[in-house]
RNA sequence: GCUCUGGUGGUGGAAUGGUAGACACGAGGGACUUAAAAUCCCUUGCCCGCAAGGGCGUGUGGGUUCAAGUCCCACCCGGAGUACCA
């Protein structure tokens, strides 16, 4: 019987199905293992065949795990909401809900086809009331919660009530928008209004004016991480800078606790560098830096008298960042950024209309031209000084864009000598430049002569007061120190990671759980969740410029009667209207993973018995694109929940794979410029001047070979081609590109699945090299996958078709010479390839365990193998890889059950001992070579053992003459 | 610029510091067949040689080691992330 894979993969897929053979309890004697993927977004073109590369790694890795014992958790789901079904919504009228039913459908059943083994009982939908309920719900909490500093924790914004009842702010390191400072007295004077307003400071969900990425096209804001060198990343279309009310999560408060959660995960180090970049960590010295008035007799000398931290301050003074506090001595000048709220104050009459122009100018730069022009150096003096807190020194205050509003204060002491972009700007304008640090103690040279700063925070300090001859590290330190004890500045850390924008102009998206008395907005009740997406008849923002969920008529919140209700009953007194805007795609990808754990609660986002249970994601598969957006979200959501006492673990993803990216492999002819009917084959080509390339699509070209008839059927223009043959064909040319619908190159799963079938598809998805490296799809080595599994399908023929007895424990009761007992090599083979493939998994080197099956089959078929001992196993070690056929072959070996509910085979150590001596060599006339020692000994031991071993014996005679020993393995004998 | 990756045949890629190029594709040759498909066998890093055999080979140059694709230093080239982040 042939391996026909279109029979056998559906029928063993409805049995897994029927069976519910990959239900999982949240119960088990079993130890617990939860693998993931990153679920989908169901887009309207399908499955590529790059999405499959993650899911099938880990199907592999989640059926290994079953096989060796464990219960294991591996889900699916959707992130349904998401921007291309709203525009194609916008464009048809088509309401998202339905195009995107369509498109989960289409997905599930190109998944079915793959033979994964998801629980799909556990299926979540991001768009799905019953799970967004708990999307809102965690909006809700994180609402009503501070973050402390002190404690590095999330808590009840409550609490924070009745503090500020009794004692104010005092005492207290708050995470907020804005350092504030009031007393008792003050909060308990302010009203409602204003309580609520000075809340907002501190949540961990707030609302605030804050500058966006606004993009028009889109009519929406974006994230930090949606947006690439000044366009966003859907669509590409330019995002500028605006000043808007919208709701953010406070995630930079977490920054700490995401930068030190990463050395307790096992993910690459590449990742992790992503992150730690984006989260920007820098260590250095906030230092205020008085301003120098003429009219105030106080100013000079003796800095120490401003004391500037104490308000009111006796001074005024602006705050500076920088990491290189040991360079203040050679601070030349000091520069504001456009948006800093100084400049007005302190601009001189003279210098007015040029600060006000720049300031102008600057703020209408878009984001794009600005980061455009970041080599342009541009700025405008105040007119205003600043004193230098250390040397007394009246130093200059420039405006200029180089310094940016959103980092640190806005504000920098400008070091030329030591900073590049304090360099270029002194070089510019004419200002000077200082040497404070240098490589050699006691060496200076003239800055006017050097082309570029000296950056490095290496060498001494030289001119620099009382931290002269000291090293950086150590000025540093000292500086710190001097500014502490002069009440001038302090020790701090700053972060690059900016709060999360939350809110979105669009209508495909979770709706908040807000309704606003006035401007101050009000969670709805948790008892009311889910706030349902309403209706609307239009996806587009209102004539007034207000988001999609204007056009909705129901939607006004009912204070009294808990519902929801038609927006013309807006009275402000019972009736209020709720938020307009709508999550971001992050919010539904935050959590998913916990919501797996206990899908159906309708009381609670997930159990403490379910999460008690599986804990946390033990292996993750998915992009590495993820590492600044959702992988960032997601930390910090389990963060939050872990500091509310939900989540059991600190961090969400325990060990975590990158997928690589599959890029498409495009193929090409070549059109002569001469003649435009003929084609010429790649190898005759003279110059490529002479020749246009064409994309030419892939299911017309097979081993980048041409099939003629096909290409002058594909398109008119082509009909009457001519070629240049070469051997006979026309030979295509190939790059590799991204995979896209205009260069002809995306291959979609469900072809190769009908051609070479799931298990095939499966496998050459592995062989096509490392999981988490990027390549090229290239269809031309899958022949040879296919091939193996024929051969594979062929080794168990004998046995299966009765022609060996397959039952080996009757062995007794025949006569041995009908059963094909296993030779001392096949059992070599077969433990050889289980040590192989167990480590190769482990190790998640799929790549190479394709190739130790095959080299497997191909020795087991050399032995003409028909043991059932042999060959038993060989299925259950194939069937994570390839289940269908490896399902179809434990049935014909006579087992009921499936054969995932067998036990991954061990292998026996004894089978694998090899000669141990290696690498004998001639030397010097001496004979060396290499002696593998099965454990860890002593020395003595070690040659004991060496003696008695009987590979040794032919080199070995009499006592050696040296040894080079290292333990496990003696490296030297020399005789 | 900074950070992270990677560089091995015609191609995809193997190699706990231990015989580089496993396995597969492609190519060439052969068997079976009336023929084709399918299947099977042989050859296939480069150079010299009829052969036996020899020489050279993991981006470049050094180093450590009995032994380096692998470890260390410097450089060159590709890919990714990030970027006036003070």
């Not at 190939?734 to 079938?757: F, I, T």
């Not at 433990?831 to 482990?842: N, S, V």
């Amino acid at each position: 019987m042939d391996y026909n894979f279109t029979e056998i993969e559906p029928r063993w897929q409805n049995y897994w199905r029927e069976h519910g053979v990959y239900h999982i309890d949240n119960r088990s004697d079993r130890p617990h293992y939860y693998v993931l993927d990153m679920f989908p977004y169901p887009s309207g073109a399908g499955l590529h065949v790059g999405h499959p590369l993650g899911y099938i790694a880990s199907d592999i890795y989640a059926r290994y795990k079953r096989l060796r014992g464990f219960n294991v958790l591996h889900p699916m789901g959707y992130d349904a909401y998401g921007l291309p079904a709203e525009q194609y919504a916008i464009q048809t009228g088509q309401h998202p809900a339905v195009t995107t039913e369509q498109n989960i459908a289409r997905y599930r059943e190109q998944l079915d086809k793959i033979g994964f083994s998801f629980d799909w009982d556990r299926e979540v939908r991001t768009c799905d009331p019953r799970y967004y309920k708990w999307t809102q719900w965690t909006f809700i909490q994180l609402f009503n919660s501070y973050y402390c500093n002190q404690a590095q924790q999330a808590r009840p914004i409550s609490e924070l009530v009745e503090v500020f009842a009794k004692q104010g702010t005092d005492g207290f390191d708050l995470a907020c928008t804005e350092e504030m400072h009031f007393s008792a007295e003050e909060w308990n004077q302010w009203d409602e209004a204003r309580r609520q307003q000075v809340l907002m400071n501190y949540r961990l969900a707030y609302l605030a004016d804050i500058p966006v990425n606004w993009c028009a096209e889109l009519g929406t804001v974006l994230a930090n991480d949606e947006v690439v060198g000044g366009l966003s990343v859907r669509g590409g279309y330019p995002v500028e800078r605006k000043l808007m009310r919208q709701w953010s999560l406070r995630i930079s408060a977490y920054a700490q606790r995401l930068v030190d959660g990463l050395e307790q995960v096992d993910w690459t180090d590449s990742l992790k560098e992503i992150q730690r970049n984006w989260i920007g960590r820098s260590e250095g010295a906030a230092v205020w830096f008085p301003l120098y008035e003429p009219s105030n007799a106080n100013v000079l000398p003796g800095v120490q008298a401003y004391m500037p931290q104490f308000d009111p301050q006796p001074v005024p003074s602006f705050e500076i960042f920088t990491t290189r506090p040991d360079t203040i001595f050679g601070v030349t000048f000091m520069v504001l950024c456009p948006e800093h709220e100084l400049i007005d104050s302190i601009t001189t009459p003279e210098q007015r209309q040029q600060v006000q122009d720049y300031v102008n100018w600057a703020k209408n730069r878009s984001e794009r031209e600005r980061q455009a022009e970041v080599k342009k150096v541009s700025g405008v003096f105040t007119g205003a000084y600043a004193v230098n807190p250390l040397t007394e020194e009246r130093i200059p205050i420039w405006v200029s864009d180089y310094v940016l509003a959103g980092y640190g204060t806005g504000a920098i002491m400008a070091v030329p000598a030591h900073d590049s972009r304090d360099f270029a700007f002194a070089r510019h304008f004419g200002l000077p430049i200082r040497q404070v640090v240098s490589l050699e103690k006691d060496v200076t040279s003239d800055p006017a002569t050097w082309t570029e700063s000296m950056d490095a925070k290496t060498g001494y300090s030289v001119n620099s007061g009382f931290v002269t001859g000291m090293k950086v590290k150590e000025a540093m330190a000292a500086v710190i120190d001097k500014i502490e004890q002069m009440g001038i500045g302090h020790r701090t850390v700053n972060f690059r990671l900016r709060d999360a924008i939350f809110s979105r102009q669009r209508y495909w998206g979770e709706p908040f759980p807000i309704y606003y008395k006035g401007n101050t907005p009000y969670p709805i009740p948790e008892e009311c969740l889910p706030l349902e997406l309403p209706d609307v008849k239009e996806f587009k923002p209102t004539a007034t410029g207000e988001p999609p969920l204007g056009h909705a008529e129901c939607w006004a919140w009912d204070e009294q009667n808990r519902r929801v209700v038609e927006k013309r009953l807006i009275d402000n007194k019972t009736v209020f209207p709720l938020e307009l805007s709508t999550m971001p795609g992050f919010a539904g990808s935050s959590g998913y993973y916990l919501r797996y754990m206990d899908p159906h609660n309708d009381s609670a986002y997930f159990s403490p018995e379910a999460v008690g249970y599986w804990q946390n994601v033990d292996l993750y598969v998915g992009g590495a694109e993820h590492g600044t957006g959702h992988l960032i979200y997601a930390r910090f959501w389990n963060k939050f929940l872990f500091d509310l006492g939900m989540a059991v673990k600190e961090e969400p993803f325990q060990r975590l794979i990158n997928q690589g990216m599959i890029q498409g492999r495009s193929n090409f002819v070549y059109r002569s410029k001469a003649d435009n009917n003929l084609f010429i084959s790649k190898g005759l080509i003279k110059s490529m001047d002479d020749v246009t390339p064409i994309h030419v699509d892939i299911n017309i070209v097979d081993n980048d070979v041409l099939d003629i008839d096909r290409f002058r059927q594909w398109r008119p223009e082509f009909a009457d081609a001519r070629f240049e043959f070469e051997d006979g064909k026309y030979v295509c040319g190939w790059e590799v590109e991204k995979m896209s619908k205009s260069m002809y190159n995306v291959q979609n799963p469900d072809d190769l699945v009908a051609r070479y079938g799931a298990d095939t598809l499966r496998l050459y998805e592995m062989f096509l090299g490392p999981v988490e490296q990027a390549k090229p799809w290239d269809t031309n080595g899958i022949e040879g996958v296919h091939r193996f599994l024929k051969k594979f399908w062929k080794l168990f023929e004998r046995v299966c078709s009765g022609e060996c007895v397959v039952d080996s424990s009757r062995e007794q009761a025949l006569p041995t010479t009908h059963y094909p007992l296993p030779t001392k090599e096949e059992l070599k083979v077969l433990h050889q390839t289980i040590k192989k493939i167990t480590d190769d998994i482990e190790r998640f080197s799929f790549n190479t365990s394709v190739s130790t099956f095959m080299i497997c089959t191909n020795q087991l078929t050399d032995l003409k193998c028909g043991s059932r001992e042999v060959l038993e196993p060989l299925v259950v070690l194939i069937a994570p890889f390839a289940p269908h056929i490896a399902e179809e072959l434990w049935h014909q070996l006579g087992h009921d059950t499936t054969v995932f509910d067998a036990a991954w085979p061990q292998y026996d150590p004894q089978m694998l001992v090899e000669d141990t001596v290696k690498y004998p060599v001639q030397f010097n006339g001496k004979m060396r070579f290499t002696i593998d020692l099965p454990a860890a000994c002593t020395q003595q031991e070690a040659l004991e053992a060496v003696k008695e071993a009987p590979e040794a014996a032919k080199w070995l005679t009499g006592e050696p003459k040296k040894v080079i020993f290292v333990p496990k393995k003696i490296i030297n004998i020399v005789c």
